[in-house]
């Protein structure tokens, strides 16, 4: 189970193609599913296709939404964010934040949940950057999720990229992407796993597994570093191959 965001490619960015390529080879013969906090469009602009037709499953929006054979939708899930809520993530946009620039789509309706940006999701690479560097430095969003989670008990809301926070109801995390995913053994690569990330509520459930690796990861680099160094090495010797591309 691979992340997407920060896991197999930068943010909000394509896989570059000598990764594309690599793991395109890798997936051969293994139980490949994707695990992803943006939608299916977005991560499609991200993932090549030969990659999306040769997994095992799609998750979107968090498992909110699932996919196999590339395109084929097997469910999707929905919500509906309370008056409440979508009233307070308008009085920090519009009021309370101290970061003024805005470049629009704020409130992003996706399946199962709602992702919140206070710069927007329009930002451009350079605008993006901008307000990452801000928020690391002021926690805005680290502030905002907390105030969700403390005031909105029903809602968990988490840090999945650079610029947003993805809000759903309790459980509708990616943990609930194991219900659908029968293994003898779990592998997770995620860039977010810690608590308070989007990956965590996955990573924690896999924990409870007789039989799991977990591995949290820097950045797309760092991934492609470890499939070669941890296992196509074994997927050389076990094939033979002379020239194998992890060599
Ligand atoms: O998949 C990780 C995250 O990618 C994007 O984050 P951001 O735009 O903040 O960099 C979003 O699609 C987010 O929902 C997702 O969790």
């Known amino acids: 189970m691979f992340d997407v965001d920060g896991t197999l490619s930068p943010p909000r960015q394509q896989m570059t193609s000598q990764f594309s390529d690599f793991f395109f080879n890798w997936m051969t013969d293994k139980k490949v599913y ?9 991560l499609r602009q991200q993932v090549p296709d ?7 499953g799609i998750f979107a929006s968090s498992g909110n939404s699932f996919y196999i054979n590339g ?6 899930k929905s919500f509906s964010p309370t008056r409440e809520l979508l009233d307070y993530l308008n009085d920090h946009l519009n009021h309370k934040s101290k970061y003024k620039l805005r470049f629009g789509s704020h409130i992003e309706s996706r399946p199962g949940m709602i992702n919140f940006s ?3 999701r329009n930002a451009n690479k350079e605008q993006r950057n901008d307000y990452h560097l801000w928020d690391m430095q002021n926690k805005e969003r680290d502030q905002i ?4 989670r403390d005031n909105f008990p029903s809602i968990e809301a988490v840090l999945g ?8 109801p309790k459980g509708n995390d990616k943990s609930q992407v194991l219900e659908y995913i029968d293994a003898d053994s779990y592998v997770f690569f995620g860039d977010k796993m810690k608590p308070g990330g989007n990956d965590h509520s996955l990573a924690k459930e896999l924990e409870q597994k007789t039989n799991f690796s977990l591995y949290g990861v820097t950045d797309f680099e760092n991934t ?20 194998c591309e992890c060599r």
Do not use: M, R
């Not at 994707?34 to 977005?42: A, E, P, W």
């Not at 395109?71 to 999707?76: G, M, T």
């Not at 999720?145 to 969700?148: E, F, T």
């Open 145 to 148: 999720a907390k105030h969700i």
């Open 34 to 42: 994707l695990v992803s906090g943006s939608d299916i469009s977005k």
């Open 71 to 76: 395109n084929e939708l097997q469910y999707s």
């Open 118 to 120: 206070v710069v927007g």
């Open 161 to 168: 990229g650079e610029i947003s926070i993805d809000i759903y």
């Open 224 to 243: 492609w570093k470890i499939l070669k160094s941890i296992y196509s090495e074994v997927d050389c010797n076990n094939k033979g191959c002379e020239s």
């Open 50 to 56: 030969n990659i999306l037709n040769k997994t095992s």
